[in-house]
Nanobody, 125 residues
Framework: VQLQASGGGLVQTGDSLRLSCTAS?????MAWFRQAPGKERDFVAA????????FYEDSVKGRFTIAADNAENTVYLLMNSLKSEDTAVYYC??????????????????????WGKGTLVTVSS
């Protein structure tokens, strides 16, 4: 499965931005991670393809929304009220349809089988 992410860019504090990630095949879960310069790759949000359960990292709750268009095999990350600390390369990730990740493990990068190339989000103050 290949993942194609898009939508990054340069915005100002308080602005909104929408990231998209399209998978070339079926997946059981899709997620967004981000990596700021000099830091580890951190979990942002995830969504189960069946049922639509969503998961968020605490710092983005209430500001970011993850949603899926199953017909298009696409996941979106709508980011509102962006802050300078949201600046990072954002990566789309997905889990094979043959596996199910338990709730307590969705934030672990090693649980994901497929990764897309990152898209840079820069929030300028």
């Amino acid at each position: 499965v290949q993942l194609q992410a898009s939508g990054g860019g340069l915005v100002q504090t308080g602005d909104s931005l929408r990231l998209s990630c399209t998978a070339s095949g079926r997946t059981s879960m899709m997620a967004w991670f981000r990596q700021a310069p000099g830091k580890e790759r951190d979990f942002v949000a995830a969504i189960r393809r069946a049922g639509g359960a969503t998961f968020y990292e605490d710092s983005v709750k209430g500001r970011f929304t993850i949603a899926a268009d199953n017909a298009e095999n696409t996941v979106y990350l709508l980011m509102n009220s962006l802050k300078s600390e949201d600046t990072a390369v954002y990566y789309c990730a997905a889990v094979s349809p043959s596996r199910r990740v338990i709730n307590t493990a969705v934030s672990m990068p090693r649980m994901y089988d497929y990764w897309g190339k990152g898209t840079l989000v820069t929030v300028s103050s």
